[in-house]
């Protein structure tokens, strides 16, 4: 990371342009980000002579051609990284002119990293996403998260494909076993368990007990989370006795999942006469390589039958800004895109969830290191770590790998398999976007 007196000055921003930023997640005007956007301006360039003089960009990302949002993103950001004023101010101008969070995938993308990077150049990154944060915060409703959800996972194999492999794998780890605890790590509200409930009501030997021991990881001082996660247990509860299943269920709110603990007498302690599994669904990516160590040994000594693990496929844990935004950008580029093509147009579940993105978007290119809350990193990557923590892969079976592939079937097409060593890839035009891989432990 750049000292920030080596840092470029902030551009004149043009101020008749989209302003989103000045607009927060709840539809209130956040003064402090106003006061960002609308820097004192000179004249804007034009925006169409602008765009075309950088059609001719060698292109860097899949499956962007024809798009010019990419193109002007990575030119902008080279320009922010090389300290060249002049050069970021004209391209950032002419992004603004181009960009709107309600427009097409070029222009919601451009909307995003564009928040982003002038929240670099100002340092005013953690500023920013502690605002959005709050502002996000203010409208998380029991509702909203569960119309949102539902309609994601209706409409993307984004969380689902995770779902279903890792509900396959722990199933299999359960086989036979009449007393079973799930602890779950995870950011999907439990949406993976309905499907489990049926599963295990229907085995030949008979339902087990379940215990789920659901881990929230948020700031004691935000309840938001966990009164809607205790909404959603409710009504999971329910569906247990719907389906007879013998369910008892716990929440613990952990401000940093290092605190994690299965002390005797709290409600995460283990049980002699329990088989345990630990899922964790894009949780772990929160945590920097020390704190991962200590995270898996910790569910190391608890001594799992069976380890889940989803996680975003990418790699954001380089110092160097530029090429942590190239990654980025790749990502989110396919990302932005299967939302595109996923939802309609005008979708407001379509907007939680790009501006959900934003805040990460905020948060990986425009925070200092200490501020960062997501350090991803790729499947091959996760594999070394897991490794050195005494687990061994546990190869999805073929029945596993079938109803993975099932799933994808009721989506629209563009989404793919790839299965390796490391685990299965969900895959977007043909590029690896989410790894799910099972470990046990190396006795």
Request: aromatic share 8%; net charge negative.
């Amino acid at each position: 990371m750049r000292p920030r007196d080596q840092r470029p000055s902030a551009p004149a921003y043009p101020t008749h342009g989209t302003r989103q930023a000045a607009v927060d997640e709840g539809g209130v005007e956040t003064g402090r980000i106003e006061e960002l956007r609308l820097i004192s301006a000179s004249p804007a360039i034009g925006v169409a002579t602008a765009a075309a003089s950088y059609r001719d960009i060698d292109e860097e990302l899949p499956s962007s051609s024809g798009h010019w949002a990419p193109n002007l993103l990575l030119e902008c950001a080279r320009a922010v990284a090389a300290n060249d004023t002049s050069q970021a101010q004209k391209l950032m101008s002419v992004l603004n002119e181009l960009a709107s969070p309600y427009g097409d995938c070029d222009q919601r993308l451009a909307s995003y990293f564009l928040q982003a990077l002038f929240c670099k150049i100002t340092n005013t990154g953690l500023q920013c996403y502690r605002i959005l944060l709050a502002a996000a915060e203010k409208s998380y409703t029991f509702e909203s998260v569960r119309k949102m959800i539902l309609e994601f996972q209706e409409a993307s194999p984004w969380t689902t494909f995770g779902h279903v492999a890792c509900n396959g794998a722990i199933l299999e780890a359960f086989e036979g076993e009449m007393k079973v605890h799930v602890v779950d790590i995870s950011s999907t509200f439990c949406t993976q368990w309905p499907t489990l409930l049926e599963a295990l009501a229907t085995r030949s030997e008979g339902s087990p007990n379940l215990r789920l021991s659901a881990i929230v990881i948020s700031p004691e001082a935000e309840p938001a989370a966990m009164h809607v996660m205790q909404q959603i247990m409710t009504r999971l509860d329910r569906f247990a006795r719907l389906m007879g299943v013998p369910f008892e269920y716990s929440l613990t709110q952990l401000p940093q999942l290092e605190q994690l603990e299965f002390a005797q007498g709290s409600a995460l302690e283990l049980r002699e006469d329990e088989t345990l599994a630990i899922n964790c669904i894009h949780t772990l990516n929160q945590y920097g390589s020390s704190s991962r160590d200590q995270i898996l040994y910790t569910f190391r000594n608890a001594n799992p039958k069976i380890v889940t693990i989803v996680e975003d496929e990418m790699e954001l844990v380089s110092a160097d800004f530029m090429t942590c935004f190239s990654e980025a950008l790749r990502f989110y580029w396919l990302l932005f895109q299967s939302l595109d093509e996923s939802f309609p147009h005008a979708s407001s579940e379509r907007l939680m969830l790009e501006r959900a993105h934003a805040r990460n978007i905020v948060n990986l290119l425009a925070c200092e290191a200490a501020d960062r809350r997501r350090w991803p990193q790729q499947g091959v990557d996760w594999a070394r770590r897991l490794s050195a923590a005494s687990f061994v892969h546990s190869a999805f079976s073929d029945d596993v790998v079938g109803d993975v592939r099932a799933l994808l079937t009721r989506y629209k097409e563009g989404w793919g398999l790839i299965t390796d060593e490391n685990g299965l890839y969900l895959t977007w035009k043909d590029q690896p976007v989410i790894c799910t891989s099972a470990w046990r432990l190396d006795l």
